[in-house]
Structure formats: structure tokens, C-alpha cells
């Protein structure tokens, strides 16, 4: 149902992790995700905490899923001296490439607690279905 499109992206966002560098537009980090089937759909779940629901795009193109988003600084006062800043800003970024088999035209999304649920329904044409067997007075002679 779902290609990865990097191969190297996570060795990338570990690297950016040690170096304590931030997403930019050009360049943007990594966000985990999560994706499973559940009945007839395909559901991606995303981690995005400290997000802002507007500061969140989803496109699809063709078959190419992006979601970006990005994670401002909060706004502090002036006599607020920070001492410990671990919690990564800056601009976040997937780009999943999507199977044929899947309905892009009926994607979902709903956006609650810092975490960001895709539910794409299975094509019609993807689903199991039976194929009636006729019989042999249905057959019919090629001549050449």
C-alpha cells in the first residue's frame, strides 16, 4: 500500500537529532509515523505534538502523499531566561508515495492531541471479489 521514498531519510533525521540541527522549508526533518490497514481502510497516523493545527499541509499529487508541518517557538516574555531547550522547532516533512489501490479522491484527516490521522479507503477496484466460473456451453472455438 505505501512505498518509502528515501531510503536514507531516517539515517538523516538521526544525524540532524545528534547535531541538534532544525527543519528548515528547503530542508525539513523527519516525523515518525505509523501505517496499517484496519478493515477497509489504510490509516497513517503521524506524531506531531506542539503543532498547531493550521501550521499543518497535507497535498496529494497523483499518488504522492506530503504532509508538512511546522513547529513554532512559543511565545515568551522578556525576563523569561530559558535552561534547558530540547523539544526540536522548525519545519517537519513526509513524502509517501501511495498505491494505485488506494481512493486518494476520499482522504481524510482529523488532527487531535499532537497526533495526525490520514484514513484513505481501499479502491473498489482493489477489493477481493468472487469470479463466477461459466459453463462449458459458454466456451467458444477461436479459429485461426
Known amino acids: 500500500m505505501l512505498m518509502r521514498t528515501d531510503p536514507f531519510r531516517e539515517l538523516d533525521r538521526l544525524a540532524q537529532q545528534f547535531a541538534g540541527v532544525s527543519g528548515t522549508w528547503s530542508r525539513p526533518s523527519s516525523m515518525p509515523m505509523d501505517a496499517y490497514v484496519e478493515g477497509e481502510t489504510y490509516v497513517i497516523v503521524f506524531d506531531l505534538p506542539g503543532v498547531a493545527?493550521?501550521?499543518?499541509?497535507i497535498d496529494v499529487e497523483r499518488n504522492m502523499l506530503t504532509v508538512k508541518a511546522e513547529r513554532r517557538p512559543a511565545v515568551r516574555a522578556d525576563n523569561v531566561r530559558m535552561e534547558l531547550?530540547?523539544?526540536p522547532l522548525g519545519v517537519f516533512s513526509r513524502q509517501l508515495v501511495l498505491a494505485d489501490t488506494l481512493d486518494t479522491d476520499?482522504?481524510?484527516a482529523a488532527y487531535e492531541a499532537g497526533v495526525l490521522t490520514l484514513r484513505i479507503?481501499?479502491?473498489e477496484r482493489a477489493k477481493r471479489r468472487r469470479i463466477e466460473i461459466g459453463g462449458a456451453s459458454e466456451n467458444k472455438e477461436l479459429s485461426g
Open 121 to 123: 479507503p481501499i479502491a
Open 53 to 57: 493545527k493550521d501550521a499543518i499541509e
Open 85 to 87: 531547550s530540547e523539544r
Open 106 to 108: 476520499h482522504i481524510s
